[in-house]
């Protein structure tokens, strides 16, 4: 059976890819990047970006496996056009980075696309990939990429000390919406977002020149960090992010490690034995 052959391939991928996360463990991630303010998380929820940083971390099935190869597919085919575009004299994908000066924090992320212009100018991307779409009709009614994209990349663009950024969506798939003459169609497309870091709070700009505050200062995305460690250090788990305030849905009720955070807010198991929980629960 060909598709055994290719179950047996994405296992090997899987051990690969395990390797290389191996070789991370003990550092943040610029990909698990949040913001603290006013005593509450936005972003990636703490303790995921905690148990990242022990090297704690959900093996994935072969279908998730798949939606995201479509995110992997959408950057090689903006790798392909950036790279042949007459405006572009370089371009790296995956850029990797280390920071260690910008925040007190070190972390290790990848800018999706670091850009020189012709003329000299510069530029960094994160892009994302829709593979359904319901995510696709809230970005178009909402005009907005989701907050922790614009943190992310506000979090390179100040590590990098760039001043130009974006936040990319593509999707290549077509999507209806609506009954008979009121349908409305969703062809393939690119979105973006211009993200400004150089004022007291980061904000984006919408190609229809929509400018949104996000109210969040790049201050507040190292104290993020420095709560992770401060967490690790004192054996504390930070609370849950403030979901409900900037998204429509509880990301808890998605999460894989949802049932040892109630069972250690409840009070049932300590800061050891949670750990100990998720590291059975990730094998
Ligand atoms: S269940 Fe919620 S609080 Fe716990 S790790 Fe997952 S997202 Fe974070």
Same mark, same amino acid.
């Given at each position: 059976m060909i598709k055994e052959m290719l179950k047996k391939?994405?296992?090997?991928?899987?051990?690969?890819? *395990?390797?290389?996360? *191996?070789?991370?463990?003990g550092n943040l991630r610029g990909g698990s990047c949040g913001a603290y303010f006013n005593g509450m998380t936005v972003g990636t929820c703490p303790r995921v970006t905690l148990l990242r940083k022990l090297? $704690?971390?959900?093996?994935? /099935?072969?279908?998730?496996?798949?939606? $995201?190869? *479509?995110? #992997?597919a959408n950057e090689e085919y903006l790798f392909r056009l950036f790279k042949k575009s007459p405006d572009v004299l370089f371009v790296a994908n995956d850029y990797p980075m280390i920071d260690? /000066?910008?925040?007190?924090?070190?972390?290790?992320? =990848?800018?999706? $696309?670091?850009? #020189? =212009?012709? /003329?000299?100018?510069? $530029?960094?991307?994160?892009?994302?990939?829709?593979?359904?779409?319901? @995510?696709?009709?809230?970005?178009?009614?909402?005009?907005? @990429?989701?907050?922790?994209?614009?943190?992310?990349?506000?979090?390179?663009?100040?590590?990098?000390k760039m001043t130009e950024g974006y936040v990319i969506y593509s999707h290549y798939f077509i999507a209806e919406k609506g009954f008979k003459e009121k349908r409305v169609r969703y062809t393939p497309k690119i979105y973006e977002w211009k993200v400004d870091i150089s004022g007291d709070t980061?904000?984006?700009?919408?190609e229809s020149g929509v400018v949104t505050d996000t109210h969040i200062k790049l201050e507040h995305l190292k104290d993020y960090y420095d709560l992770i460690e401060q967490a690790e250090a004192d054996k504390l788990l930070p609370d849950p992010p403030a979901w409900q305030a900037f998204q429509s849905y509880d990301g808890c009720g998605y999460c894989d490690f949802s049932k040892q955070c109630e069972e250690y807010d409840s009070g049932a198991i300590d800061y050891n034995e949670f750990m100990k929980e998720i590291e059975l629960e990730c094998k």
């Open positions: 391939g994405f296992e090997v991928e899987q051990e690969e890819q *395990a390797k290389e996360e *191996a070789k991370k463990v090297g $704690f971390q959900k093996g994935i /099935d072969q279908t998730t496996d798949m939606i $995201f190869e *479509a995110g #992997r260690n /000066d910008t925040f007190d924090a070190t972390w290790s992320g =990848r800018t999706d $696309f670091y850009v #020189r =212009r012709k /003329d000299g100018t510069e $530029f960094v991307v994160e892009s994302k990939c829709m593979v359904s779409q319901w @995510p696709l009709f809230k970005l178009v009614k909402e005009d907005k @990429p989701k907050l922790i994209a614009v943190l992310q990349l506000a979090n390179y663009m100040n590590s990098l980061i904000t984006y700009i919408s």
